[in-house]
């Protein structure tokens, strides 16, 4: 728990830490009492294995043993999206708003879930016959969904002191294809929610729409020429919006 002020929870992206929140966790700390966990099978969970629902309702205890009943924002980037997702949907957790940065609400194809959970599952066991994570992380990073995403904010070495067997459990207890589609229960959600994406982020652009179209009180925005790890590539352009939207 760091900074001072209103509670925001932060969950973080698959293969990052409860730290790697960049420029972008240091602005909102500046006004908030940033609470931001270690997901499991990563870091300081490592040894934690849990799937979304599970993870969703260990979250919620967390929270509640740092800041009681307090209300708090939730704020969650693409494995943490969908975890914050759960946590909406699936606990008692008092949330006042909810930002989401490359979320989805799962894949509606069953087949497809299944191609997704079969290479999520080749990608867990490869990890656990290695055991080095350095490599994995080499590719994890060069792949198209960080293409646009500098060198200098990668934070490589925070990342590495997740381990092969957690990012492994991770992959194979919550990876998208894992993930039961949620869109049909978004109607559900009445508080405030911001989903936030990258524009050139073909696929997470068009999920941010979606959400806002079935969530009442939902609005889409976008960081212009931004890819998924906007917070991180674009910190001063995302922590603007975020911010003015919580202020809203």
């Not at 066991?125 to 060198?151: C, K, M, N």
């Not at 590495?160 to 294809?177: E, F, I, K, Q, V």
Request: net charge negative; charged share 20%; aromatic share 4%.
């Amino acid at each position: 728990m760091r900074g001072a002020g209103n509670p925001i929870v932060l969950l973080h992206g698959f293969t990052q830490t409860g730290r790697l929140w960049g420029s972008f966790g240091e602005r909102l700390q500046a006004g908030h009492s940033v609470v931001a966990p270690d997901l499991p099978g990563h870091a300081g969970s490592d040894a934690v294995r849990a799937d979304l629902p599970e993870t969703a309702e260990l979250v919620a205890e967390a929270v509640r043993t740092v800041i009681g009943e307090e209300p708090c924002v939730v704020l969650g980037y693409s494995l943490g999206a969908r975890v914050a997702l759960h946590v909406l949907l699936m606990t008692d957790l008092a949330v006042t708003r909810a930002v989401l940065i490359g979320a989805t609400g799962g894949m509606d194809d069953e087949a497809e879930r299944a191609r997704r959970r079969h290479a999520d599952q080749a990608m867990a066991a490869e990890l656990e016959s290695s055991g080095d994570v350095g490599p994995f992380l080499d590719r994890w990073l060069a792949g198209p969904l960080f293409a646009r995403l500098p060198v200098t904010v990668t934070d490589r070495a925070e990342r590495a002191r997740n381990s092969a067997a957690g990012l492994a459990s991770s992959l194979r207890l919550c990876g998208t294809g894992t993930q039961e589609p949620l869109w049909e229960r978004l109607s559900a959600l009445t508080l405030p929610l911001l989903a936030l994406a990258g524009s050139d982020d073909d696929r997470f652009a068009a999920h941010a729409l979606r959400i806002a179209s079935c969530a009442p009180d939902a609005v889409a925005s976008f960081v212009p020429g931004g890819g998924h790890a906007v917070h991180l590539a674009q910190s001063e352009h995302t922590w603007r919006l975020v911010d003015h939207w919580l202020r809203a």
